[in-house]
């Protein structure tokens, strides 16, 4: 994918105090409905320049890598980057595509679990040096081509054992650290700290505690084979919310104390993701089919169930789970939607199951919710929606059947960004601020503004 530095501009409108993202939504909603459109994202990067403040705020002490795998948005890309956040990256895209945006190759860490060959040479060509491992394989593959690579062990935590979706979980134990760092001595090898990784799903602080505990054991490993243990990578699982993001802090923040002061002179990074990006999005979807299912006759649609029968639908929407509700396929929870033309108070709500478009038994994305009934045409917005479903956003061509992301901030937020130091001028110039202009009485034409 290319980014905003090899196109001529990602334009993004400039919002007054009076429009709001409802106004937005309507806006572009009425123009894909002219244009026979049928799904789109709204983008609003004063929440991606607010999560950072958030960040600050709470967690001075470590410095956040955004995990570009989660939302690969350009536009997102450069903010980040105007915001001196470091990046981390999964394959060789991701790296071409960071580094499209002058990020300093010191600020990438390289976490593939399975690096090609080819792609860890390219890391080496561009000076990206600090590399993710948790394996004799591929301490072998970064030695034959990349030498000079520093590595951060990856060390597996309890939570890595708990549950189905946290067994995929990578990662070695103190043991197996032990043989590694031997093994990287052997080969000639940096190692220069540790990364351990908790799930957004995993709520006990204590599992912290041993992870912490766990990384010291394998910084002092290092220390004694005689490595320079410098940096500690405490992993993603943020979810977005301030009161999980004070719970890590208040666990983590002792700790650090305790294992890795600031004397110490290890630097201190963390993965966050979704907690930049997942608030920032609003993915707007279009109902393309429905159908009336009895619920004494599940399965078996018909057109007019019987008095005695409340009926169930199931819609089907213009994008699914093999697109922008792709998390879903890693069993995810997609909250149910809002409708775009709101249910008056006495209207009455149905169980109502929500569909994509390939009418595969996989492709359900949301299970069951209460909705008003809705006809085709009909319009739902899911909020949230901006973590590991964008596919490939700022996508120019008219017959791609990615949704089109229109981009915007508000003129607070912009003002606020200037006085933290991020300039048009300066570090996004690949920004077109464009005024907003909401249409009036929906007959003249707003401004429209697809990056």
């Known amino acids: 994918m290319k980014g905003l530095a090899d196109d001529a501009s990602c334009s993004v409108a400039l919002l007054d105090g009076a429009v709001a993202l409802g106004d937005v939504v309507e806006n572009h909603i009425y123009e894909q409905t002219m244009a026979e459109k049928s799904m789109f994202f709204v983008a609003d990067l004063g929440v991606v320049m607010r999560r950072h403040v958030l960040w600050q705020t709470h967690m001075t002490q470590i410095r956040p890598h955004y995990t570009v795998r989660c939302n690969t948005s350009p536009a997102v890309i450069e903010l980040l980057a105007a915001l001196g956040t470091g990046f981390v990256c999964a394959n060789k895209s991701e790296l071409e595509l960071v580094l499209g945006f002058g990020v300093p190759s010191e600020d990438i860490v390289y976490s ?26 591929e301490l072998r593959k970064i030695a034959r081509c990349h030498p000079s690579a520093k590595l951060l062990l990856q060390v597996a935590t309890e939570a890595s054992s708990q549950g189905e979706e946290l067994a995929v979980t990578p990662g070695s134990s103190l043991k197996e650290c032990r043989h590694l760092l031997d093994s990287a001595k052997e080969l000639g090898l940096q190692v220069v700290g540790a990364r351990f990784h908790i799930p957004a799903s995993c709520d006990d602080p204590e599992v912290y505690t041993h992870a912490v505990s766990d990384a010291r054991c394998v910084f002092d490993m290092g220390e004694d084979v005689g490595f320079s243990m410098k940096v500690l990578d405490i992993g993603g699982g943020f979810s977005g919310s301030e009161d999980q993001l004070q719970q890590i802090e208040g666990a983590v923040r002792p700790l650090m104390q305790l294992y890795f002061p600031a004397s110490s002179g290890v630097s201190v990074v963390a993965e966050p993701g979704a907690f930049f990006v997942s608030s920032a999005f609003t993915l707007a979807v279009n109902i393309v089919a429905k159908e009336v299912v009895s619920r004494d006759r599940r399965g078996q649609s018909h057109d007019e169930p019987s008095a005695n029968d409340e009926p169930e639908f199931l819609y089907y929407m213009s994008d699914g789970v093999y697109g922008s509700f792709a998390s879903k396929l890693t069993d995810a929870l997609i ?30 994305v949301v299970e069951q919710c209460l909705l008003p009934e809705l006809s085709v045409g009909d319009w739902l917005l899911f909020p949230r929606a901006g973590a590991y479903g964008l596919g490939q956003p700022c996508s120019s061509s008219p017959d791609s059947d990615v949704p089109p992301v229109y981009y915007f901030i508000s003129t607070g937020d912009w003002f606020q960004m200037q006085e933290a130091g991020v300039t048009q001028e300066i570090t996004v110039k690949s920004f077109s601020l464009i005024p907003y202009f909401l249409h009036s009485s929906q007959s003249e034409g707003a401004l429209s503004v697809p990056a």
């Open 112 to 137: 593939g679990v399975c690096k090609q060959l080819s792609q860890i040479k390219y890391a080496a060509k561009n000076g990206i040096n600090l590399l993710v491992c948790d394996n004799e394989a």
């Open 335 to 364: 909250p149910a939607p809002t409708v775009h033309k709101g249910p008056g108070p006495e209207e009455p709500v149905f169980s109502s199951s929500l569909w994509g478009p390939s009418g595969d038994d996989l492709d359900q």
